[in-house]
């Protein structure tokens, strides 16, 4: 399951979206639910979903990256963990 809330002080007064990837697996959010300024609430929560991926471990699988992406579809910058850190 993936859950994503708001962003705050985003670098633009635009709509955006955010892209969560797991390994091959990748999640997106659509466009906000609500967005003023340089704020965005999605509001957006997958249902529980299995991935099934070709590592033996979970630690395996490396890091986890969210996207934040524009109206025109570009990522406009990123973050990543480690999947330890979830």
């Known amino acids: 399951m993936a859950e994503f809330g708001q962003g705050v002080a985003l670098p ?3 709509k955006y979206s955010i ?13 906000p639910a609500y ?11 997958t ?3 299995k991935m099934i991926a070709p590592y ?3 630690n395996d699988i ?3 990256y969210f996207y934040l992406v524009d109206e025109k579809g570009k ?6 963990k480690t999947v330890k850190d979830f």
């Open 35 to 45: 967005a003023e300024n340089t704020y965005n609430r999605w509001n957006f929560r």
């Open 47 to 49: 249902p529980a979903t």
């Open 19 to 31: 892209e969560l990837t797991i390994g091959d697996l990748s999640i997106k959010s659509g466009p």
């Open 56 to 58: 033996p471990d979970i």
């Open 62 to 64: 490396g890091r986890v």
């Open 75 to 80: 990522r406009v910058c990123f973050a990543s």
């Open 12 to 14: 633009d007064k635009k």
